[in-house]
C-alpha cells in the first residue's frame, strides 16, 4: 500500500474519514529512505527536476502546477493549499518500524517542510518555486514511491481495524473476515500498539 491511498481511504463500513494508519514494516529498504533524504538536503535542483515529475507552466491566467499528488494541471494557489492537506493527512499516520530514518522523514514533513509550504503560500507574488522543489521532491518520493508492506488501519468511529498484509489492506466486511488469522495479525504484532488500543471494543475481534 502507498502512503497516497491513505489520503483517500475511508471506513468501508460507516464511511468515517479519516482512518488512522498504523505502519509495522515497509517494503522498501532503508536506502531508499537514505537516497531521497540525501537528495532533499543537497538542494540540487537539477538533479531533483531530473527525479522528480512535476509540471510548472506559465500562462496568461497564472502559473499552473501538478505532480504525482495533485495530478491534474492546478492554480499554484490552489496547488499548495492541496500539498499542505496531504502534509496534514500524515498527522493520522504512526510509524511503528525500528527504521529511526523513516519517522526522521515523517518529522521532517510535518515540522520543518510544512512551515516552509505554508510560509511560501502566503507570499503575496508566488514566484522563484525552485525554493520548494526539494520539499516538493520529499513529499511526492514518501507518499508514492515507499510501500507499506505491513500495518493496520483503524476507523475511531466504529473501532473497526483492517490488517495491511503483503502491502494490500484488507478492508473486509465483518462476515468475511476470517477469525483466526486476524487474532494471529493482532498477536504478532501487539507489541507495536499502545496497551490502550486493546483496551477499545475493537471490531470484528479483539484479543
Not at 514494516?25 to 537516497?35: H, K, L, V
Request: glycine share 2%; net charge negative; aromatic share 12%.
Amino acid at each position: 500500500m502507498k502512503l497516497w491511498l491513505f489520503d483517500i481511504l475511508a471506513c468501508p463500513i460507516d464511511k468515517y474519514y479519516p482512518l488512522k494508519l498504523y505502519i509495522f514494516g515497509y517494503e522498501a529498504p532503508i536506502t531508499q529512505f537514505e537516497s531521497f533524504l540525501k537528495v532533499y538536503n543537497e538542494k540540487d535542483i537539477k538533479k531533483i527536476k531530473d527525479k522528480f515529475e512535476i509540471e510548472i507552466e506559465n500562462t496568461s491566467q497564472g502559473i499552473l502546477m501538478k505532480d504525482g499528488i495533485v495530478i491534474k494541471q492546478t492554480p499554484v494557489e490552489t496547488y499548495l493549499n492541496l500539498i499542505i492537506k496531504s502534509i496534514n493527512e500524515l498527522e493520522q499516520v504512526y510509524d511503528r518500524t525500528e527504521f529511526s530514518i523513516s519517522s526522521k522523514c515523517f518529522n521532517l514533513l510535518k515540522t520543518t517542510i510544512k512551515d516552509k509550504l505554508i510560509n511560501f503560500s502566503q507570499k503575496s507574488v508566488l514566484s522563484n518555486l525552485d525554493d520548494i522543489l526539494s520539499e516538493l521532491y520529499l513529499l511526492n518520493k514518501i507518499k508514492l514511491d515507499i510501500e507499506i508492506e505491513s500495518g493496520l488501519l483503524f476507523c475511531e468511529d466504529c473501532k473497526r481495524w483492517y490488517p495491511i498484509i503483503d502491502t494490500i489492506p484488507q478492508m473486509l466486511p465483518d462476515k468475511y473476515r476470517d477469525k483466526e488469522t486476524d487474532l494471529k495479525f493482532l498477536k504478532n504484532h501487539k507489541n507495536l500498539c499502545d496497551p490502550e488500543f486493546f483496551q477499545q471494543n475493537l471490531k470484528p475481534f479483539n484479543l
